[in-house]
T-cell receptor, first 113, second 113 residues
Framework: DQQVKQNSPSLSVQEGRISILNCDYT??????FLWYKKYPAEGPTFLIS?????DKNEDGRFTVFLNKSAKHLSLHIVPSQPGDSAVYFC????????????FGKGTHLIIQP | DAGITQSPRHKVTETGTPVTLRCHQT?????MYWYRQDPGHGLRLIHY???????DKGEVSDGYSVSRSKTEDFLLTLESATSSQTSVYFC????????????FGPGTRLTVL
């Protein structure tokens, strides 16, 4: 049973426009959410995170929104740049401990020139 | 960058042989993790460690064992490799006190024939 779902395997966006990546979760005990970016043949790199006590977190071009009642979060990238083309993973954790992350399957974002 | 190296980076082996993957970190992070990444599955947690000689099982631990005799090294062993263990393996670390932000190594691509 998949606890973190990314239902769009791929997304194509024009350069300069907004990219919106979506993530849904089923485990109501999750209290911290993270987005990772991954290029081919490299390890994932941390992008941005949000605690369940917040509904929005911004870092430069990246904003994550959390809707706890809908168990949904989204990552907005504005404006999208060619270097943003990568696979984006949504991840979640519970309890504030160090028991590891639960990842979604990823969304391949392609930025078109 | 948490100074994480993984060795080997690529390995081809035969079914039934033992395999050990090594993760080495230079940042003295307390927590360490092994994940595997497979098409259609995202990243899944295999084992993790809270510190020296303190390890626990993750979501997909069957067929794997780990050891951590020094803070900087976390070993993943496949006692008798099977074709289903063909995957890309990622090591990750986490500082104590940081809320689940994990740093990932470059990965090891393992092929079991």
């Amino acid at each position: 049973d998949q606890q973190v779902k990314q239902n769009s395997p791929s997304l194509s966006v024009q350069e300069g426009r907004i990219s919106i990546l979506n993530c849904d979760y089923t485990n109501s005990m999750f209290d911290y959410f993270l987005w990772y970016k991954k290029y081919p043949a490299e390890g994932p790199t941390f992008l941005i995170s949000i605690s369940s006590i917040k509904d929005k977190n911004e870092d430069g071009r990246f904003t994550v929104f959390l809707n706890k009642s809908a168990k949904h979060l989204s990552l907005h990238i504005v404006p999208s740049q060619p270097g943003d083309s990568a696979v984006y993973f949504c991840a979640a954790s519970e309890g504030g401990g160090a028991d590891g992350l639960t990842f979604g399957k990823g969304t391949h974002l392609i930025i078109q020139p | 960058d948490a100074g994480i190296t993984q060795s080997p980076r690529h390995k081809v082996t035969e079914t039934g042989t033992p395999v050990t993957l090594r993760c080495h970190q230079t940042e003295n992070h307390r927590y360490m993790y092994w994940y595997r990444q497979d098409p259609g599955h995202g990243l899944r947690l295999i084992h993790y460690s809270y510190g020296v000689k303190d390890t626990d099982k993750g979501e997909v631990s069957d067929g794997y064992s780990v050891s951590r005799s020094k803070t900087e090294d976390f070993l993943l062993t496949l006692e008798s490799a099977t074709s289903s263990q063909t995957s890309v393996y990622f090591c990750a670390t986490q500082r104590e006190g940081t809320y689940n932000e994990q740093f990932f190594g470059p990965g090891t691509r393992l092929t079991v024939l």
